[in-house]
T-cell receptor, first 111, second 115 residues
Framework: GQQLNQSPQSMFIQEGEDVSMNCTSS?????WLWYKQDPGEGPVLLIALYKAGELTSNGRLTAQFGITRKDSFLNISASIPSDVGIYFC???????????FGKGTSLLVTP | DSGVTQTPKHLITATGQRVTLRCSPRSGDLSVYWYQQSLDQGLQFLIQ???????AKGNILERFSAQQFPDLHSELNLSSLELGDSALYFCASSVEGQGTNYGYTFGSGTRLTVV
């Protein structure tokens, strides 16, 4: 599958801070998705993006589909302790059936 | 509860053995995807089935196989197990065959430990 580079690998922040993470691909994608995984659970879908340039929010989360179709970012505003977890980007190209996942960004939030 | 059921939650077995992981997709979903998650490799796509037929293959070893039954549940068979096969195995489901723009719904995973 296509390589997805997700950064940063981990973040350690204080409650109330904003967070930004991004994902780049070697190929063009037609769908970008962001998932969150809590310990011992499967990934849960946070935001889905379908068009280049699209900016979508879900509460304190905002994600954008890059205009080159090779990147996406996720912002979390005013972080809270329950934001702790691993965040994954995932993308699919026109020719692919399966989602390709980044290696994740591990987020730790201190009160 | 995501609606995708995976059993067992934990499995400990010895090298050389064979195990079967089971997945029941969300009601109405026709596609099942299997992923392997290890610490250093992230989520790796193994195989997809759609309505009983294999649809796509990823980085699945020859020692691994899967199938989807008429009731749409799926099984992942892992044989001649090696220490390196220790990982979390996730099943996900979606409605459509070519994946869906709405993403997949994941189960809680099976943690396999090979000793």
């Amino acid at each position: 599958g296509q390589q997805l580079n997700q950064s940063p690998q981990s973040m350690f922040i204080q409650e109330g801070e904003d967070v930004s993470m991004n994902c780049t691909s070697s190929s063009i994608f037609n769908t970008w998705l962001w998932y969150k995984q809590d310990p011992g659970e499967g990934p849960v879908l946070l935001i889905a993006l379908y068009k280049a340039g699209e900016l979508t929010s879900n509460g304190r989360l905002t994600a954008q589909f890059g205009i080159t179709r090779k990147d996406s970012f996720l912002n979390i505003s005013a972080s809270i302790p329950s934001d702790v977890g691993i965040y994954f980007c995932a993308g699919r190209s026109n020719s692919g059936y399966a989602l390709n996942f980044g290696k994740g960004t591990s987020l730790l939030v201190t009160p | 509860d995501s609606g995708v059921t995976q059993t067992p939650k934990h499995l400990i077995t010895a090298t050389g053995q064979r195990v079967t992981l089971r997945c029941s997709p969300r009601s109405g979903d026709l596609s099942v995807y299997w992923y392997q998650q290890s610490l250093d490799q992230g989520l790796q796509f193994l195989i997809q089935y759609y309505n009983g037929e294999e649809r796509a293959k990823g980085n699945i070893l020859e020692r691994f196989s899967a199938q989807q039954f008429p009731d749409l549940h799926s099984e992942l068979n892992l044989s001649s197990l090696e220490l390196g096969d220790s990982a979390l195995y996730f099943c996900a489901s979606s409605v459509e065959g070519q994946g869906t723009n709405y993403g997949y719904t994941f189960g809680s995973g099976t943690r396999l430990t090979v000793v």
